[in-house]
C-alpha cells in the first residue's frame, strides 16, 4: 500500500471499515488456518462467490483474502489463510487468536464470475482455494472443476478434503513462473471443455499460462485472470 493511501486510512479509516473479533482460529495444517470472523454486520450483508475482503492486520497494513463461506444467522465470514513466507501477513495468520478484534473492509467483488454458464475451469496455487470453496456456492455452475499446483501437494490435499472440495486435481509446483507440461496438458484439455476458465494466483505464472493457451488456440474471451501475489511484492489487492 502506498503511502498516501495509508494517511488516507489513518484519517478517516475507521469510518470505513466493519468492526469484528476473531471468533475461531483453527490450525488445519502447517500453513494453513481457517479464521472465522464475527460482526454483528455480517448479518446483513451480501456475499457473492469471488468477493474479497481487506483486513487491517496492524498500523494500516491491508491485505486481502477471499471468504469462502458466510453464516448470516451467526454473523460469521469464513476466511482460508495461508502462511506464504515471513511477511505481515503470514505472521497475522500465525498469531491471531480467538477473541481478537480486527478492522474489515468488504466484502467486495474482487473477480467478476461469469453468471450465463454451465461450466467453469480454475487453475490457481495455495493463495485461490478458499476461491474455489466459494464457487460451490454458484449454483447455477452444474460443473466446476480444480487445478492447484502447490509447493506440498499432500498437505493441500488434506485442506481440500477438510473443505470438502471435489473435481480437484493437485500437482507439484514448479519451481521457476512456468507450470510443467503434464499441468498444462491436463489445463488444455480441461479448458477445451469448459466454458470459461480462471486464472487466478501468482502473476508470472498467469501470464505464462495465458501466452500457452492462446498459442495452443484457446479463445481469449474464455479466460478471465486474477492477480493474487507477485514476486517481489506484498499487500496486492
Not at 139 to 155: C, G, H, L, M, V
Not at 177 to 187: A, G, M, P, Y
Not at 208 to 219: M, S
Request: positive net charge; charged residues 25%; hydrophobic residues 40%.
Amino acid at each position: 500500500m502506498s503511502l498516501f493511501k495509508r494517511k488516507i486510512l489513518n484519517l478517516i479509516g475507521d469510518r470505513l471499515m466493519t468492526q469484528a473479533r476473531v471468533a475461531d482460529v483453527i490450525e488445519v495444517s502447517k500453513n494453513f488456518r481457517f479464521i472465522d470472523l464475527e460482526s454483528e454486520a455480517f448479518k446483513n450483508i451480501k456475499f457473492n462467490p469471488g468477493e474479497k475482503i481487506q483486513i487491517n492486520i496492524g498500523d494500516w497494513q491491508m491485505r486481502t483474502y477471499t471468504p469462502h463461506s458466510l453464516d448470516q444467522e451467526l454473523g460469521r465470514l469464513g476466511i482460508l489463510a495461508y502462511i506464504n513466507g515471513q511477511g505481515p501477513g503470514s505472521k497475522w495468520v500465525s498469531t491471531v487468536k480467538s477473541g481478537d478484534a480486527c478492522q474489515i473492509f468488504g466484502p467486495r467483488t474482487s473477480l467478476r464470475l461469469p453468471m450465463k454458464t454451465s461450466s467453469l475451469l480454475l487453475l490457481g496455487d495455495e493463495t485461490t482455494i478458499a476461491m474455489a470453496a466459494s464457487l460451490r456456492h454458484q449454483f447455477s455452475y452444474s460443473e466446476t472443476k480444480y487445478i492447484i499446483e502447490a509447493n506440498d501437494p499432500q498437505e493441500v490435499q488434506s485442506v481440500i478434503q477438510d473443505l470438502g472440495l471435489q473435481n480437484v486435481e493437485v500437482f507439484l509446483k514448479s519451481s521457476a513462473n512456468t507450470i510443467s507440461e503434464e499441468v498444462f496438458q491436463s489445463l488444455h484439455q480441461k479448458a477445451l471443455k469448459c466454458e470459461q476458465v480462471l486464472l487466478v494466483g501468482k502473476a508470472e505464472s498467469i501470464q505464462h499460462l495465458r501466452g500457452k493457451l492462446k498459442t495452443a488456440g484457446l479463445p481469449l474471451s474464455k479466460i478471465r485472470t486474477k492477480v493474487y501475489w507477485s514476486e517481489g511484492k506484498v499487500g496486492l489487492d
